[in-house]
């Protein structure tokens, strides 16, 4: 495991996500390709302290350098956490349209790609509250760097990755809200519940 602490605080950020991890997304195998890079601490955690759209960008910018230079066997995946940067998900949302521009600009399309997730994430087909949702909700804005290679590999040895989807909106549904809010995981200060606003 890696981590950046430029932001006040870092410890507790990073232990928020790690909890997620553990509780959400490894624990009800929301991810079934997550556990094997969490075990192995290939995790790469960096706390940023940007505020702007222009500083997030930055950060991303060097994330993305950063992983493409390490050893996968040393860092396979980079969550970039913003706990102070788009909070609201509308322009959290807009900001994933500049993630693919970077991406592209940066001759990284097809070697890497970025997973999002937001305490308030809302599918543009589901209700505020709908518990399909909470498969992409976290403690913060994350941006989830990822290989492409890596995730291709994973895929293949995954016995039926066309069921991934479903089998985790029956975990959810036989979950509940009570359910995942009872795994304290949700973002700090926020009433359970909390939702946002639709991502295109």
């Excluded at 860092?75 to 788009?86: D, R, Y």
């Excluded at 909070?87 to 693919?100: C, N």
């Excluded at 985790?168 to 700090?188: K, R």
């Amino acid at each position: 495991m890696t981590s950046t602490n430029e932001h006040p605080g870092a410890a507790e950020i990073i232990a928020a996500a790690r909890l997620w991890l553990e509780r959400a997304v490894i624990g009800l195998n929301l991810c079934p390709f997550a556990k094997s890079v969490y075990v192995k601490e290939q995790v790469r955690y960096a706390v940023s302290s940007a505020r702007t759209v222009d500083e997030v960008l930055d950060d991303l910018t060097r994330e993305l350098d950063i992983l493409v230079a390490a050893d996968p066997l040393q860092v396979e995946t980079t969550l970039l956490i913003l706990p102070q940067a788009l909070q609201d998900f509308a322009d959290f949302a807009d900001f994933l349209d500049l993630v693919e521009v970077t991406l592209k600009v940066q001759g990284l399309t097809g070697t890497l790609q970025v997973a999002s997730f937001h305490p308030q994430y809302q599918f543009a087909d589901a209700e505020e509250n709908d518990i399909s949702n909470y498969t992409n909700r976290a403690p913060y804005p994350i941006l989830h760097l990822l290989r492409e290679a890596s995730l291709a590999r994973a895929i293949r040895h995954h016995p039926d990755p066309s069921r991934i989807y479903q089998e985790n909106m029956a975990t959810l549904n036989a979950l509940g809200l009570e359910g995942w809010h009872a795994l304290g995981v949700d973002a700090p200060g926020k009433p359970p519940g909390d939702g946002g606003k639709q991502h295109r």
